[in-house]
């Protein structure tokens, strides 16, 4: 059995220097043995990078675009995959996995704002998740479609250290939708 984890400090700040001395690994409250624990950084990244599209992102769109291109670029190393799946009233994907920065950053710039969409009957990526919807009234924001469809068709056949990142403004509670 593979486990994969991080370790971070009260901050939040990664502690990559542990080894299996540093702490114990308990299962089902018994010790466990982790004779072969090493830190696995050499294993390839697969992420998936999700950016919200919506209506309400409209002020936003631009910097989300930027934020995620700046992240692929200190985060991807030659031998991990990406790829980028713009979510709003649809989920299209833009671009499916590769290592190409380049690819990955014109995916993002693909990202366009909308609030019409389509309705229930699916989309280009297979019917459009799990989430029932009513096909006479307005469909709204398909994040919860998009997190499913980015886990069970594209991650699910990765193996490995997978990861995925959504790109969106959360509205605090009490604050009017922008539109």
């Known amino acids: 059995m593979q486990l994969f984890f991080n370790v971070k400090d009260k901050h939040g700040a990664l502690i990559p220097s542990l080894n299996k001395d540093n702490f114990d690994l ?7 043995d982790h004779q072969v624990l090493q830190s696995r950084i050499d294993l390839p ?11 309400s992102q409209m002020r936003v769109l631009d910097m989300e675009k930027e934020v995620g291109g700046s992240f692929l670029e200190t985060t991807l190393r030659g031998k991990d995959e990406a790829f980028v799946i713009s979510f709003d009233v649809d989920i299209n994907l833009l671009q499916d996995f590769t290592s190409s920065l380049s690819r990955l950053k014109h995916a993002l710039n693909e990202a366009k704002i909308n ?3 389509v309705g229930c009957s699916g989309g ?9 919807c009513s096909s006479t009234g307005p469909r709204g924001t398909a994040l919860y479609d998009a997190v499913y469809l980015a886990s069970h068709d594209e991650f699910s056949h990765e193996v490995g250290r997978k990861a995925m990142i959504l790109l969106t403004r959360r509205r605090r509670p009490g604050q009017p939708p922008e539109n």
Not at 26 to 32: K, S, V
Not at 125 to 132: D, E, K, L
Request: no cysteine; net charge neutral.
């Open 115 to 117: 609030t019409g969409g």
């Open 45 to 55: 990244l697969t992420l998936g990078i999700l950016i919200d599209s919506s209506g």
């Open 26 to 32: 308990l299962e089902r409250r018994t010790g466990a």
């Open 124 to 132: 280009p990526i297979g019917p459009q998740g799990p989430i029932p």
